[in-house]
T-cell receptor
Framework: DAGVTQSPTHLIKTRGQQVTLRCSPK?????VSWYQQALGQGPQFIFQ???????QRGNFPDRFSGHQFPNYSSELNVNALLLGDSALYLC???????????????????FGPGTRLTVL | RKEVEQDPGPFNVPEGATVAFNCTYS??????FFWYRQDCRKEPKLLMS???SGNEDGRFTAQLNRASQYISLLIRDSKLSDSATYLC???????????FGKGTTLSVSS
């Protein structure tokens, strides 16, 4: 059972450029969330995609956009890169309805290895 | 008050020690909680889920105090391999974003 995969693993860009990161969710999962993790911080939620639509968004500017494809894979695009965009970008997959079992909906999110973006 | 606050750490303990981390949360609607473990330059991995008052898994015990809005993680008989950052995550319903604390760093030495 393949886990969450992300590509590329590392990326170096310069200010003003645009970048596209890719994520394939865990088999059977239909929801993809993206997080940004700066050095020394916890992951910060960017947005979440379900049924090819952005379902929820965190406090990130419009330079950050995304897409989900019919096979549930997803892309994160960042335009006009800033130095402060340098971070580890994590993709997490989950089931919209939650994992089965129990009365409380479960939202266990499984993370991919991340893409480390460096903006020079 | 921040949504999630954790002990700043780092915690430096010898092998075999018992160590506890606390995490406070501000959203009283939070139903359940996760503890994630993150190794240096790696992705977070789910360590434990808490859906009621607590959970125990081997050397790891999580306890939830809803009245005081905090959750703790206790690690007994620490191993070198327990060295990592531990992230506390409350959530209130399936399909919503995870709000992470900054994490608490644990270093276990021989």
């Amino acid at each position: 059972d393949a886990g969450v995969t992300q590509s590329p693993t590392h990326l170096i860009k310069t200010r003003g450029q645009q970048v596209t990161l890719r994520c394939s969710p865990k088999s059977g999962h239909d929801t993809v969330s993206w997080y940004q993790q700066a050095l020394g911080q916890g992951p910060q939620f960017i947005f979440q995609y379900y049924e090819e639509e952005e379902r929820q968004r965190g406090n990130f500017p419009d330079r950050f956009s995304g897409h989900q494809f019919p096979n549930y894979s997803s892309e994160l695009n960042v335009n006009a890169l800033l130095l402060g965009d340098s971070a580890l970008y994590l993709c997490a997959s989950s089931l919209a309805a939650g994992e089965p079992g129990g009365t409380i909906p479960r939202n266990e999110q499984f993370f991919g290895p991340g893409t480390r973006l460096t903006v020079l | 008050r921040k949504e999630v606050e954790q002990d700043p750490g780092p915690f430096n303990v010898p092998e075999g020690a018992t160590v506890a981390f606390n995490c406070t949360y501000s959203n009283s609607a939070s139903q359940s909680f996760f503890w994630y473990r993150q190794d240096c330059r790696k992705e977070p991995k789910l360590l434990m889920s808490v859906y009621s008052s607590g959970n125990e898994d081997g050397r790891f015990t999580a306890q939830l105090n809803r009245a005081s809005q905090y959750i703790s993680l206790l690690i007994r008989d620490s191993k070198l391999s327990d060295s990592a950052t531990y992230l506390c995550v409350p959530f209130n319903q399936a399909g919503t974003a995870l709000i992470f604390g900054k994490g608490t760093t644990l270093s276990v030495s021989s």
